[in-house]
C-alpha cells in the first residue's frame, strides 16, 4: 500500500511540476500581447451573456452539434470526461485505501452506472473520431480534407491516451470488483464484464487492480502534461476563450484599431510609438494570443471557407497555425528580459523574431500576401469555429498594418482608395450623378436639404452601387417605387452621401473610413435623421453597427426588412404571379454578419407562382459571392472564381431566376451568370435579381403611380463608365 501511495504521489507531483511550468510559460507569452480591457469590460457589462455560452457552447456543446456525426462524438467525449472526473477522485483514493468510496454518493448504484455509461460513451466517441480521421486522411484526400495542414500525429496520440485511459479504468475496476473492494454493488455495468473476464485469474485480481490504478494515474497525468504541449490545450483554454469573444460574436463590426488598449487616435497616433495594425506578433492582443492557443485544428472554418474551396491560398485555419507556430519560435525571444539575453539566443530563434508578419517567399514571411488578401471577410470561419476564434479580426489586424504602415497592398485597389478620398464613391465619380436615378422616376424624391423633418420617416441609404452602378441603380428605383406605392415617407441625401468607408476599412485603411465616416455621420446628424433603411448589407452592417463606435446611433434597416414588415401589414400586395423557380443567395452582411435570413424568403414566400429552392450552402452556411472584403476591387487570379462556384451550385437547382438583397452580390452573380450563358452552361433567360425587383413586378402598383412608372426590368446593360469594368480592375 505504502509503495501504491508513493508512487501515485510522484507520479503527481512530476507531472504537476512539467505541466505547470510549461502552463506559466504560455501565461507569460501571453501577457507579451497587447491589453484588452474591452474583453473584460464586455464581460463585466454582459455577464449574463458569458454565463450563458458556457452553459450552451461549452457545456452544451451547441456548435460542435452543429456537425451532427463529428459534434455528437466530440460531445460523448467531453460529457464523459467531466463524469469521469468521479473516477479520477476515486483513483487517488483507492491509493490510500482499497476500500476508499466517495463521501456520501460513492456506493449509489445509478453513479455507478453513470460511470461506466461514459466511459463506453467516450470509446464509442474516440472510434469514431478515428473512422473520421480514417476517412478524412490529408495524405489521401488532399486539400479537401479539413485536416489538411493539421497536426494528425498528435491527433492519434490523444486518440491512444483516451483510450489507455478508459481501458486501464476499466480493468483496475473489474479486478476491484473481484477482491471486494468495488463501492458500487450494481450498476456499473461495464466493469462488471470486465469482472467476469478477470475472475479466472483468481488471486491474481489483487496485483492487477494495484498495477492499473497506478497505470491508470500515469496515463492520466501523462495526457495531462501532453495536453499542455498540444493543441489539446483547448480542453483547458477553450472556455476561457469563448469567455472572452466578442458579444455576440466576431461577426458584424469590425473592431477599432487599438494601440495599448486604447482607441488609436489618428490625430495624435505615430507609427513608431502606437500599434497600427499587427505588424509582428506581439501587436495581438492578449485575447488574440489565446486564439491562437486554443485552436483545435479541427479545420471546420477551412472546410467553410470560399478562397480555400476555390483554391486560393488562403486557409483561416492555417493563418491560426502559421501565427501560433510563429509566436511559439520566437517565445524565447519575446521572453528573455534584457538584451544580452536576447543576444544569447540561438540563431534561429533570431532569426525567427526578424521575420515579417506578412511577406513573401523572398521576405519569408510569415503569412504569404496571396493568403492575406484573399479574405473576403465572409465571416464562414468565424461563425463555424467551436471555439469562437476571430479570424476576421486577426486578418483585418494585419491588412491594417500593411495599408497604413508598409504601404503594400494589390496595387488595383489603389484607385478605389484614391477614389474615396477624393471623390467619396468608389469609382470616383461626381457626386451629382448620385442624382441621375431619381430623374427616371416618374414620382418626387425628395432630397434632404437641412433637417429632413418629423414628416420623413426614412432616410433612404442608396450606398455607392445603388446611386452609380447600373444594374443596382435598378434595385434602387425599386426600393423607391414599393416605399412611394407604399406611402412611406421618404427622403435621400442625394450628393451629401459618401461611401460608408466599408472598403477602405475591409481593406485595412482605418484612416479613411474613419475620415468619411465621421463625415456622413455629421450629415446624417445635421438632418436630425432617427431611422435609416439601407439597401446596400455593406453599408446597413456599417451605419447600423459600426458608425456607433463614432457616436452615430440610428435605427437601421435593411430594405427587405422593411418591405417584408409593409408586406405583411398589407401596405404593398404582391398579385401579379411570377410562375418561375426562384433560388436566393443569402449575402453575407446580411445573413451571417447580421442574421437577417428570413425577411427575404418572407416577401418570396408572399409573391405568387414563386417556387423558392433552396442552395445546399444557404442562411448561416451560405456561400461568398466573392466581393466582400474589399475583394470587388481586387483582381482575383488564383483558383476558380468565388462567383462561379456560387453560380455553379445555383445552376444546379435549375432556376429561372437568381435572387439576392445585396448590389455586390448582383454584380458578382450577375457577371458569372453572364460568363455561363456565353459558355453556353447557362439559358438565355437566367436572371439576378434584387428581392425588391421581384416584388415591384408583382405589386399592384396604383394606376397613377403605375401606369407612368418605369418599373426596372432586369435586362443586362453595360457598366456605367468609371465602374470596376470599365476601369479595368474588374471582379470578373
Ligand atoms: S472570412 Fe471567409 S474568406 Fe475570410 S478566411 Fe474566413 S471563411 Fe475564408
Ligand atoms: S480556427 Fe476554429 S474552426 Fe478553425 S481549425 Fe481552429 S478550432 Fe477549428
Not at 452543429?66 to 476515486?90: C, D, K, M, N, R
Not at 483516451?162 to 455495468?189: C, E, S
Not at 451629401?496 to 473610413?513: H, K, L, Q, S, W
Not at 452580390?665 to 437566367?686: H, I, P, Q, R
Request: some cysteine; hydrophobic content about 45%.
Amino acid at each position: 500500500m505504502a509503495l501504491r501511495i508513493i508512487i501515485g504521489l510522484v507520479l503527481t507531483v512530476i507531472a504537476a511540476v512539467i505541466a505547470g511550468r510549461r502552463l506559466w510559460w504560455l501565461v507569460r507569452l501571453g501577457r507579451t500581447g497587447q491589453p484588452a480591457p474591452e474583453r473584460v469590460a464586455s464581460l463585466r457589462e454582459h455577464p449574463g451573456q458569458g454565463a450563458e455560452t458556457q452553459v450552451t457552447q461549452v457545456i452544451g456543446q451547441r456548435k460542435l452539434l452543429q456537425w451532427s456525426v463529428p459534434g455528437i462524438a466530440h460531445a460523448l467525449t467531453f460529457w464523459g470526461f467531466i463524469v469521469l472526473i468521479l473516477t479520477i477522485i476515486e483513483a487517488y483514493g483507492d491509493l490510500f485505501s482499497r476500500h476508499f468510496a466517495i463521501p456520501l454518493i460513492g456506493t449509489w448504484a445509478w453513479v455507478g452506472f453513470l460511470e461506466d455509461l461514459f466511459a463506453v460513451a467516450v470509446l464509442v466517441g474516440i472510434i469514431t473520431f478515428a473512422i473520421i480521421r480514417l476517412r478524412n486522411n490529408p495524405r489521401r484526400e488532399g486539400r479537401s480534407s479539413r485536416f489538411a495542414g493539421s497536426h494528425t500525429g498528435a491527433a492519434w496520440i490523444v486518440l491512444l491516451g483516451i483510450f489507455l485511459v478508459i481501458a486501464t479504468l476499466l480493468i483496475y475496476r473489474g479486478a476491484q470488483i473481484n477482491t471486494g473492494d468495488f463501492p458500487y454493488p450494481k450498476g456499473a455495468f461495464a466493469s462488471q464484464i470486465v469482472g467476469h473476464w478477470l475472475h479466472p485469474l483468481g488471486a491474481a485480481n489483487m496485483g492487477i487492480e494495484t498495477t492499473f490504478v497506478l497505470l491508470q494515474l500515469a496515463v492520466i497525468l501523462a495526457f495531462g502534461i501532453f495536453v499542455t504541449y498540444s493543441k489539446h490545450l483547448h480542453i483547458a483554454i477553450a472556455p476561457l476563450n469563448v469567455l472572452f469573444a466578442r458579444r455576440p460574436n466576431g461577426l458584424g463590426p469590425l473592431e477599432p484599431m487599438r494601440s495599448g488598449g486604447k482607441v488609436l487616435d489618428f490625430e495624435e497616433a505615430d507609427p513608431d510609438e502606437d500599434v497600427f495594425g499587427i505588424g509582428k506578433i506581439e501587436d495581438l492582443s492578449w485575447k488574440g494570443m489565446l486564439d491562437l492557443a486554443t485552436c483545435t485544428e479541427c479545420g471546420r472554418c477551412q472546410s467553410q471557407c470560399p478562397a480555400y474551396y476555390t483554391g486560393k491560398p488562403l486557409s483561416p485555419k492555417m493563418i491560426i497555425l502559421e501565427l501560433r507556430d510563429h509566436a511559439f519560435a520566437k517565445a524565447p525571444y519575446l521572453l528573455a528580459d534584457s538584451d544580452d539575453a536576447r543576444a544569447a539566443l540561438p540563431d534561429a530563434v533570431k532569426a525567427e523574431a526578424e521575420r515579417p508578419i506578412v511577406g513573401d517567399e523572398e521576405a519569408h514571411g510569415v503569412i504569404h500576401p496571396d493568403e492575406l488578401w484573399s479574405c473576403t471577410n465572409c465571416g464562414a470561419c468565424v461563425e463555424e469555429c467551436p471555439v469562437d476564434i476571430e479570424h476576421i479580426d486577426h486578418i483585418t489586424g494585419m491588412r491594417r498594418h500593411q495599408v497604413l504602415v508598409e504601404s503594400a497592398f494589390p496595387a488595383e485597389a489603389a484607385t478605389m482608395l484614391k477614389n474615396l478620398e477624393n471623390k467619396g464613391n468608389p469609382w470616383g465619380m461626381g457626386e451629382n450623378k448620385r442624382l441621375e436615378w431619381i430623374a427616371e422616376l416618374d414620382f418626387e424624391v425628395p432630397v434632404v436639404d437641412g433637417p429632413i423633418g418629423d414628416e420623413v420617416e426614412y432616410l433612404f441609404w442608396v450606398g455607392c452601387a445603388g446611386a452609380l452602378e447600373d444594374r443596382a441603380k435598378k434595385t434602387t428605383k425599386a426600393i423607391a417605387q414599393l416605399l412611394h406605392t407604399a406611402g412611406v415617407s421618404f427622403a435621400v441625401l442625394g450628393p451629401a452621401e459618401a461611401c460608408t468607408g466599408d472598403p477602405a476599412r475591409r481593406m485595412g485603411n482605418e484612416f479613411v473610413y474613419s475620415m468619411l465616416a465621421q463625415q456622413n455621420i455629421e450629415t446624417l446628424n445635421e438632418a436630425g435623421v432617427k431611422k435609416i433603411v439601407a439597401s446596400c448589407p455593406h453599408c446597413f452592417n456599417t451605419i447600423a453597427r459600426e458608425y456607433p463606435q463614432l457616436g452615430g446611433n440610428y435605427e437601421v434597416m435593411h430594405h427587405t426588412q422593411l418591405l417584408a414588415r409593409l408586406v405583411a401589414d398589407g401596405r404593398l400586395t404582391p398579385v401579379s404571379p411570377i410562375e418561375e423557380k426562384i433560388t436566393y443567395h443569402d449575402p453575407c452582411f446580411l445573413g451571417r454578419h447580421n442574421r437577417v435570413f428570413t425577411a427575404p424568403r418572407e416577401i418570396m414566400e408572399q409573391v405568387p407562382g414563386v417556387r423558392a429552392q433552396e442552395m445546399h450552402r444557404c442562411k448561416e452556411r451560405g456561400f461568398c459571392c466573392g466581393a466582400g472584403g474589399a475583394r470587388m476591387w481586387m483582381e482575383e487570379r488564383i483558383g476558380k472564381r468565388i462567383n462561379t462556384e456560387r453560380i455553379d451550385e445555383a445552376l444546379g437547382t435549375d432556376p429561372d431566376t437568381i435572387s439576392t438583397g445585396c448590389p455586390f452580390c448582383l454584380v458578382m452573380l450577375g457577371d458569372a451568370v453572364a460568363a455561363k450563358k456565353g459558355s453556353g452552361e447557362a439559358k438565355e433567360s437566367l436572371e439576378v435579381v434584387d428581392v425588391a425587383q421581384l416584388l415591384v413586378r408583382s405589386v399592384q402598383v396604383p394606376a397613377t403611380v403605375g401606369a407612368a412608372a418605369p418599373v426596372p426590368d432586369t435586362a443586362p446593360e453595360e457598366p456605367a463608365a468609371g465602374t470596376a469594368e470599365a476601369d479595368g480592375p474588374a471582379p470578373e
